[in-house]
């Protein structure tokens, strides 16, 4: 028996009740939407004003900043019932560029910035993949020289997710190219049609995820405030990413778990329902076994992504703990949607099917937020 997520450790009543209002919204408002969502690439603007009107874009933040001021455990439940209701990654990825400012912001860019954020008001993207450089951060090509009380942004960023619907765009670039890591900058740059320079390329044709949009971003002499550089000291950029990647890392844990609850329920459901010989496809010994070795995977999965949240919450969560969550459910999660896929036969295969599009919107977690090789290569370095 799958746990009842009310009961998990890291919950308490109040969250529980969270938990359920954002449920009965996401049935409502979200569900009905996603296949017009997938068709057109991109999710419409007005769900995230809906979400930011009820305090559920952002709870955890200041509300100073437009949040509630909660623990992440709130946004940990945000982002596992949309991971649940199959919503693509970019609400994670706006909640991640939050931390940015909240934690190294200046008060100037925290109240400038935060509260569009929290109302849904604005999108944010963050950009670090490049054409040239994925996980390994400190290669980065883009530029930023500083020209005045300007910064002059050249270079070219793929895989940004959010990137052509965001009104902010965190941009990672060299401040001064030739210090290494410690010439890695963060500057956020505001952006619409009439940004000079800034250029939206490909929305990228993804296996899954359909619904997020994803593209190139092309930066040509753009100008960009001094007053946006992150923390408004330059060469911090670096640091700032590693401090904040154990978090991302998590994350695709919490949605990996979410992901194997949702697949392995509704398998169940199915094989229950569905016949073949004169019984259930459930009756069959082999899908009652590989139904509960799934079902054991995940109950494992969830235990230690349990333990992870509430070291999270207590302030002892060590990086090497998010890596392993990282790697381990994300990997475990692609094997139990294929299992739980094999259970629906030629169906399975079916896009109608939600187990369908849940197999292809999974692949993608063992490659962003850093590969699970090197998730491996950061474990191996604490041994």
Known sequence: MMP???QLPWMDEDIGMFRDQLRRFIDAEVTPRLPKWREQGFVDAAIWRQLGELGMMLPEIPEAYGGSDTSLAYQAVVLEELARAEMPMKHSVHSIVAHY???YGTEEQRQRWLPKMASGEWISAIAMTEPGAGSDLKTLRTTAVRDGDHYVL???KTFITNGATAQLVLVACKTDPGAGAKGVSL?????DAQTEGFRVGRVLDKMGQKAADTCELFFDNVR???ANLVGGVEGMGFAQMMSQLPWERLIVAVCAVAVMEEAVEQAVTYTRERKAFNQTIFDFQNTKFKLAECATITHIARTYVNDCMQRLLDGTLDPEAAY???????EEQCKVLDTCLQCYGGYGYMNEYPIARMYSDARIQRIYGGTNELMLDLVSRKL
Request: net charge neutral; glycine share 4%; aromatic share 12%.
């Open 324 to 330: 392993m969550a990282k790697w381990w459910c994300s």
């Open 154 to 156: 050249n270079g070219a």
């Open 187 to 191: 500057i956020a740059i505001e952006v």
């Open 101 to 103: 400012f909240v934690e």
């Open 224 to 226: 960009v405030p001094v």
């Open 4 to 6: 009842r997520l009310n």
